[in-house]
Every structure is written in structure tokens, then in C-alpha cells.
């Protein structure tokens, strides 16, 4: 690479083999806490648990959630994101039921901290993923904290999950350079419970709604 050119972060990205892992978490540059069995470490990724707490979407009065700035009610004020979900807990061994069609929040076992040249995707194991559970997540480079799970159930049954439950792996890739988590603001910073949407801290968000006051005679 020739010098003085800017470098791609994801240039010579590779997905680690369980040697490399074995070796991040013993030399501390990747910490995985509890690691309840070694067996978790598997020869391209790490099984993930399932944790205690929960974010359930409830149906509530409104309408839907407003996932934009913009009040369509005159003189009204925007329903917080959090009332349209409501917490739960279980235990170790308990199992929570994952209802058709809906998605729920919810968190690893495990409290991750990733080194800042290291980035995980997330993924259903094979066994749940059959059943019609879904995922779609990312940990960033440098991130700390559990996981967040976002589950949605495809299926028209139900499914009963345990809590503690080996239920997702996570594919750990290495770049080329370092991406610090906090070189930029951010809105999930090491949390350990499920969080719901921040969306609406999103700038453009801020922008495109001055914007429709603007078209729309709204102060």
C-alpha cells in the first residue's frame, strides 16, 4: 500500500479461528465475562447466552410509534419510545415465551468488551435460527458492555426460550486498523440492560424535522 494513501479500516478483514480468540481473551485484549464453559469457543466464533432481562413491545392507545421528530398533533407532545415496551426479568433457568410474529429486546449473559480492531456480527445458532427466530446486529470496534439481542419470532407458534441458553454465536473479525467505539458520540454506551430505539437523537432526524416545520408553518 503505497504511503500517504488513506487506508480502508476493512482492508485484510478476517474472521478469527479459535486459536486467535483463545488468545485475545488470555492476553486480555478481548474480554468475555462469565465464560461459563470453554466449550462456548467454537473453531470460527463464540456461542452467546441469553439473558436475564427483557423489553416486550406492548400495544398501547397510540396509534403506532413515531420514529421521527416530526408532532402531527398541534400543541401535542411525541410519546417517549420507552412507554411502548415494558421490562421483565428471569432467571437462570427460566424461560421466557417469544410470541408470533413479535420482536422482543433483550441482552447476552455475557459482558463483552471488544479490542478496537476487532468488530463481532451476530447470528442465530443454526438450531434456533431453524425455528424461525431472527436477528440482525453488529458490535462495533471497541464496544463494551452485553450484547444487545434484537429476537423477532417469524414463526406462527410460539417459542418458549431458556434463559442462560446458548442461542446466539458471534463471528469475531479483525481489521487492519484501529476504530475506536469513542472516537464519535454515542447512544449505546456499555449498558447491560436492553435499551430501546434512540432513534430520535439522530441528527438528520433533527434536521429534516426544522425542515417539515418549516414546509409546514410550525413554530
Known amino acids: 500500500m503505497e504511503q500517504g494513501k488513506t487506508v480502508d479500516p476493512s482492508y485484510g478483514t478476517s474472521c478469527l479461528l479459535k486459536t486467535e480468540i483463545k488468545s485475545l481473551i ?3 485484549k478481548l474480554y468475555l465475562r462469565p465464560l461459563l464453559d470453554e466449550a462456548q469457543i467454537g473453531e470460527i466464533g463464540i456461542d452467546l447466552r ?3 432481562d427483557f423489553l416486550v413491545s406492548i400495544q398501547g392507545r397510540e396509534a403506532f410509534i413515531n420514529a421521527s421528530k416530526n408532532d402531527w398533533i398541534d400543541g401535542g407532545t411525541q410519546r417517549n419510545i420507552n412507554q411502548f415496551f415494558q421490562t421483565t426479568r428471569r432467571q437462570i433457568g427460566e424461560t ?3 410470541h408470533p410474529h413479535q420482536t422482543v429486546l433483550a441482552v447476552s449473559l455475557e459482558y463483552v468488551r471488544l479490542p478496537d480492531n476487532c468488530f463481532m456480527k451476530l447470528y442465530m445458532r443454526s438450531s434456533y435460527s431453524r ?4 436477528i440482525s446486529t453488529i458490535a462495533q470496534p471497541g ?5 444487545s439481542l434484537e429476537l423477532t419470532n417469524n414463526n406462527n407458534n410460539p417459542i ?6 446458548r442461542i446466539i454465536q458471534g463471528l469475531v473479525y479483525r481489521l487492519a486498523t484501529d476504530v475506536p467505539y469513542f472516537y464519535s458520540a454515542r447512544k ?9 430505539s434512540a432513534i430520535t437523537a439522530d441528527k438528520d432526524l433533527i434536521i429534516l424535522n426544522d425542515l417539515w416545520k418549516e414546509n409546514n408553518n410550525r413554530k
Open 160 to 165: 418458549n426460550l431458556t434463559v442462560g441458553a
Open 188 to 196: 449505546y454506551v456499555c449498558h447491560v440492560r436492553p435499551e430501546p
Open 143 to 147: 464496544y463494551c458492555g452485553c450484547l
Open 26 to 28: 488470555e492476553s486480555k
Open 50 to 52: 441469553l439473558g436475564y
Open 131 to 134: 425455528l424461525g427466530i431472527t
Open 96 to 98: 421466557f415465551i417469544l
